[in-house]
């Protein structure tokens, strides 16, 4: 079948012609009938097989007959990252350029003003990212009521990028009557869900399994013997030393080096440039002019290496891509079929590895599980280490535990030790007056002067049985009897007070307390 079975315009064949294109790809056999039928498509193929080509071409003869209106596109288009846009705005030109079609890409890191102006003038096509479409229709910039046909593109990957809000509500401001073409890579049961809501009677397109890799890529694992797990650092150089040795033995085209974090990406990248190597980085902290054109520069051959993270995964069409190198094990199972897909397109070879460590295997597990088969190993002579002989105790020996002797209940004596190994610490012994020095005690502060023969004087007291004794006391009969306490308490009506203090109180205190 080529494409002039497929019920295409002679403009779009002339296009695809010029492009190069001479016999679809399954997922395009399949999709473009039904999409120029008006029929809703739930696509389920793996990366590479041809998904923009398959939506793009029959929606360039659908808008053939028609005309934009200002702000209010007829067909919107949403892409999860500024380069799937951009590359869906490239095909476009590509294949709509024998037809008067208008096109605007609406995309984060862009003059907003800019992006106003071309939607003030009508466009056919509007391609754009969630987040700045549902920025400029909250400034008034933009009406959603005339749109024909919608195309969710990489839906799976809207999902990891945490979109799916973005996309529920931009589509509640569509018209309910429309044509919607749903593309995933993977069919999650959230997107499965999304499709349900979104579609009417769609129809499912499968080409290959799903979350399944290319019959021509050719992959391998290459292991890094690591046994400090705390070591990030050593581990970080040992991976790249094992790198540097990969692509001298492998001697790519060129290639793309994956890596999990944006901080690893700026590392290795300046690594490898401090090697010689001639290279760039891509990651989503940069800005989309500096994005566009490392992309461009890549494409263009004057980039061997480009060190780049998740960003770079979906979707990018990269002509004849040789190698792809997972410098970090993905952390999802999915992003690994995405990241080697980027080689090994339109029926051509490419080689992807993958470095891991023993801490990996867990992903390796669910990578391997999702592809339905084990990778390869592939031992780089001179740099890594099997881990299989690594855990099997070949390379390393086994570390045991030091026994100790059984701790004995009895306490032992101390042993003193000699002068040559510590110093034995001396008994404290009993300063003479003369060698105690005197205290630091402030100027206020009385001293009080001791004499030094206080201590003996002390001790050459005079017994006690030599001492006089008291003279006896008087017998209690023999002493005056007191007043009972009735008479003693009860004075004379006439009698002054004085305050308890008896007849010792003085007159003058009389006469001031008036008693």
Known sequence: MSFNDLGLSDEVLRAVTDAGYTEPTPVQKQAIPYVLMGRDILGCAQTGTGKTASFTLPMIDILANGRARARMPRTLILEPTRELAAQVAENFEIYGKYNNLTMAKIIGGESMADQSRVLDRGVDVLIATPGRLIDIFERGGLLLSDVKILVIDEADRMLDMGFIPDVERIVALLPRIRQTLFFSATMPPEIKRLADAFLMNPKEITVSRPATVGENIVQFLVPIAHQNKRDHEGLAKKKRETLRKLIADENPKDALIFCNRKRDVDILFKSLRSH????????????????????????????????CSDVAARGLDIDDLSHVFNFDVPMHAEDYVHRIGRTGRAGRSGRAFTLYAPEDQKFLDSIEKLIGNPIPRFNVGGVAESVESHEAGSDVAEVKPRERAPRSRQRQPRREKSADSSPVRAEPREQTVEEAQPLDLAPSQPVVEVEAEAPALRQHREPREHREPRPPREPREHRESRAPREQRDRRPENEPTTVGMGDHVPAFLLQTFKV
Do not use: P, Y
């Open 276 to 307: 010689g190597f001639n290279t760039s980085q891509l990651h989503g902290d940069m800005v989309q002019s500096a994005r566009t054109e490392t992309m461009e520069r890549f494409k263009a051959g004057e980039v061997r290496f480009l060190v």
